[in-house]
């Protein structure tokens, strides 16, 4: 299915986002995006995306029966279903450009791990951005031990405090991509 906009869509997206409209579209027809649900009776199917012009999601609600985008919400006025945390983290994470594998000086394979934080902005309206990766076997061997080392905890909240300019911080989301394997991830949440 191509994705078009409708007129109503177009100027959403002309008044109220920095993203360019072709890009909108591309991210959707190549479903950079989480689909959330589709009205009751209708071809109307909500999803939601991440535009890194506009540093935060938004949810594209498209007619699935010919492509075309009748609205484009920004969260705050996405009402229809509760999006979790890990929703957003994942619709960020699809459109993130991924770090390359690097290589230890013993010719091992470091494994990347992708550290994703999302805030809140002192007007509460969300914002994600990466951290410099982190290598995973500095803190374990999977992804649930380097969420119980401490040392981990203590290097991320020394990486985060650095960015945070009078920010809340929402969630920390970490990724572990292993050639073969399938992606591992798993979410931090905070109060």
């Known amino acids: 299915m191509r994705s078009a906009f409708t007129v109503h869509a177009y100027e959403v997206i002309q008044t109220r986002m920095i993203i360019n409209p072709q890009d909108l579209l591309n991210l959707l027809d190549k479903d950079l995006c989480v689909p959330l649900g589709y009205e009751q009776g209708t071809n109307k199917q909500h999803r939601l995306f991440y535009s890194i012009d506009d540093r935060e999601c938004f949810v594209a609600v498209q007619d699935t029966a010919n492509g075309e985008i009748v609205t484009v919400l920004p969260m705050q006025y996405h009402n229809r279903w509760k999006v979790s945390p890990q929703a957003e983290s994942l619709a960020i994470e699809l459109v993130m450009p991924k770090p390359r594998l ?74 572990v991509e292993k050639p073969g394997l399938r992606v591992q991830r798993t979410t931090l949440c905070y109060g």
Do not use: W
């Not at 791990?113 to 999302?118: A, D, G």
């Not at 990766?133 to 080392?149: C, H, K, Q, R, T």
């Open 102 to 175: 690097q290589k230890s000086t013993n010719g091992n394979r470091k494994t990347p791990l992708r550290l994703m934080v999302i805030v809140l902005d002192k007007d509460s309206k969300k914002i994600a951005f990466h951290l410099e990766p982190l290598v995973m076997e500095d803190y374990g061997a999977g992804i649930n031990a380097v969420v119980a080392n401490a040392q981990f905890h203590k290097e991320l909240n020394v990486l985060v405090a650095a960015k945070l300019a009078g920010q809340k911080l929402c969630s920390v989301t970490l990724i």
